[in-house]
């Protein structure tokens, strides 16, 4: 019989499992990343390359700690157990003040990004990236200028102009009498961009803390198994009972007759 609880080791065990699974998801993802980075061209795949390696790191590093506690575990070995730990504890502090920071300044993305993209007005005069970058998603996501069509004056750009399948998010407009009037999409960009934006930080918040949660967890499980491997086959304690109620030979003793014989 083994030195570790049974039902310890079995949470220790199934703790590790969903630890790797989440460590060849975060793989996963990267090598999804990389097919569909490599397919809108080899410049964003060069601009993204640390990104890519930061989460095949990550992912492996993941998977090596949930691998050596498994074993540590399983064999009922205090270094790997240790080391384990080590590594909890660092990754629940890291996750932590990832995790804290990146609450506090969520609520500064909104006016952050809203001051750098006005920056950029008006877009027909801004940079050919800045315009490529527009055009690319006005058409991706139904949607005209960054704050209102206006942003690009008189010099709407065919990626403006309303579908007929979206008829309900387009809008006429027209300069003056002498310019034809154009269906647009109604909504600007930013805000859906905005909206897309938070809700990506929201999920990365939940990611870290629950990262940060499972790290506690394995920190607090990984200790009891260290104490009872550092406590084995210690003999099992027995409280000495207080003198007074040792036995003690009875104070009256019955009193027989003695037997008696005949001719005495």
Known sequence: MGDINTCLKRTF???????????????FLAILAQILTSIHGAENLENRTFSLILMYVVGAITMV???LGAYGAHKEKTGPLIAFLVCMVIGSLI????????????PQLEPVLQ?????????DQAQ?????????????????????????????????LCNQEYE?????????????????????CFPILMH?????????LG??????????LGLGLSSLMIHQLRHRNRAPMVANLPAIFSPQPPKYQELQNPPSYPGY
């Open 207 to 216: 990611i870290v803390f629950t990262l940060a949660a499972l790290a506690i």
């Open 115 to 123: 001051e750098t993209f006005r920056r950029f007005l008006p877009l």
């Open 168 to 188: 309900d998010n387009c809008m006429n407009i027209g300069y003056n009498v002498f310019t034809p009037k154009k269906s647009v999409y109604s909504r600007p």
């Open 65 to 67: 700690i949930a691998i």
């Open 95 to 106: 996750m932590l003040r990832f995790g804290i920071n990146t609450a506090f300044a969520r």
């Open 13 to 27: 065990t199934i703790f590790n499992i969903i630890f790797a699974i989440v460590g060849g998801l975060i793989i």
């Open 128 to 160: 050919s990236k800045v315009q490529e970058m527009t055009n690319d998603m006005q058409s991706q996501i139904q949607c005209c200028g960054l704050f209102s069509y206006k942003d690009w004056r008189d010099n709407i750009p065919d990626t403006c």
């Open 196 to 204: 897309y934006v938070l809700l990506v930080a929201d999920v990365l």
